[in-house]
């Protein structure tokens, strides 16, 4: 058995990058970046108008100000502004030679066909001026960036129409054991249904990678072997779930290490998620996770989800909320980290939830999240500041 840490630590060490391909923006949501993304331009372009309004120079503001010309977004100014001059400007247009600000057009009053006054008491400048946000030539976007939406957003304005992203991890998800049946089916007396199956499916595809199903091996070494060869020869990441802890019916391990699979580890100091396995070969990596539901899930988030990230070249950070703890909340054995479901309460504080244990997964269905007690304690005391780790995205 190893302490969290160090699994952690080994995992993240085993990962290999993956190689990169191009992708149209409007598809490259959530990708992550393999190249790092440099303006072509400086940002604003030009001194742009901030308002509808007119483009004047400040020491005129008393006088009647001529109207010289009309600047629409997307036109270059022909004329300078010179004393008691002005020119009608929109949203976004370029502020013409001579003017230092911009006045709102709801603090103007027309006096002739081509003149105005400034009506209001004082006024910013209202114009967003050349390279204010970024400078030509600077990275804007760095490599191993997930393309959230924001970013999508600069990505575009900066002409990375086709960004250079990192393949996604293609992963084969087994289900293990005699007494599963699939979701579609009603449970004969004795058998539950796969839930793992597609918890797992499902947080592969939170993760950014490419999950495909290939059904329930039987707790036989010729149905796991079987499905083992065929998941390996197709896929980046192998996760199993069921078969890894030390009933006679548990021979995931055996067979990842019959078939290539070198075990880094098979128990970490984690509850819930003691023995989850995790192993290398030149063609793939395999995550055995433990069967019960919850163990499955916090095993999935602390462990594979960083991992399919780093292949992908992506620091996974996952978002922590601290939050002050509703309640007193105390555990008898405190020999492994443990992780418990809470819930946001209505007075801005977190609480603990009815948790039944690892097969409970009605429970992380209801949470919010899920706060860490570290080894060694025993009692966290209601006002002590947790940290929550969202779950339910
Ligand atoms: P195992 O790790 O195979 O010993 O399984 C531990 C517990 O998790 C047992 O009660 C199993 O029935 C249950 N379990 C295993 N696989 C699944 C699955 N795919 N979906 C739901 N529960 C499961
Ligand atoms: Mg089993």
């Excluded at 030009?46 to 100000?65: H, I, P, Q, T, V």
């Excluded at 100014?77 to 009608?88: F, G, V």
């Excluded at 760095?142 to 991890?169: D, E, F, Q």
């Amino acid at each position: 058995m190893i302490p969290f840490e160090e699994a952690f630590r080994t995992i993240m060490d085993s990962a290999r990058k993956l190689e990169t391909e191009e992708v149209p923006i409007e598809q490259a949501y959530n990708r992550i970046l393999a190249k790092d993304v440099t303006s072509d331009m400086d940002m604003p372009p030009f001194d742009k108008s901030a308002m509808d309004g007119y483009a004047c120079r400040r020491e005129d503001l008393g006088n009647e100000l001529a109207v010289l010309e009309e600047i629409p977004a997307g036109y270059v100014p022909r004329r300078t502004i010179s004393r008691n001059e002005c020119a009608k400007i929109m949203t976004g247009g370029m502020v013409p030679e001579g003017a230092d600000c911009v006045i709102m057009v709801e603090h103007t009053k027309k006096i002739t066909d081509s003149t105005i006054v400034f009506t209001g008491k004082e006024t910013k400048g209202n114009i967003r001026p050349k390279a204010h946000h970024v400078k030509k030539g600077s990275v804007v976007l760095a490599r191993g960036a997930k393309l959230t939406v924001p970013r999508i957003a600069v990505a575009a304005s900066y002409g990375c129409a086709i960004p250079l992203v990192s393949r996604r991890p293609k992963v084969g998800i087994i289900a293990t054991g005699n007494e599963l049946v699939e979701p579609h089916e009603k449970p004969p007396f004795s058998k539950i249904r796969n839930s793992n199956g597609y918890q797992i499916c499902a947080h592969v595809a939170s993760a950014g990678a490419v999950p495909t199903y290939y059904g329930i091996a039987r707790d036989t070494e010729q149905s796991l072997d079987g499905m083992i060869k065929t998941v390996k020869a197709a896929n980046d990441v192998i996760i199993m779930s069921g078969g890894v802890s030390m009933g006679d019916y548990d021979l995931v391990p055996g067979l990842l290490e019959k078939n290539g699979f070198r075990l880094l580890f098979e128990r970490v100091e984690i509850k819930p998620g003691r023995p989850t396995v995790f192993g290398v070969s030149d063609e793939a990596f395999c995550f055995g996770l433990p069967g019960n539901p919850v163990s499955t899930f916090v095993t999935f988030e602390l462990l594979v989800k960083p991992f399919l990230y780093k292949l992908m070249g992506h620091t996974f950070r996952p978002p922590f909320m601290p939050m002050l703890l509703d309640h007193d909340l105390t555990r008898k054995k405190a020999d492994r980290t443990a992780w418990i479901p809470v819930v946001f309460t209505d007075n801005g504080g977190v609480a603990a939830i009815e948790y039944h244990g690892s097969d409970h997964i009605h429970s992380l269905s209801k949470a919010d999240g899920m706060i860490c007690i570290p080894m060694g304690i025993t009692e966290i005391k209601k006002g002590t500041t947790v940290h929550v780790r969202s779950i339910q995205s």
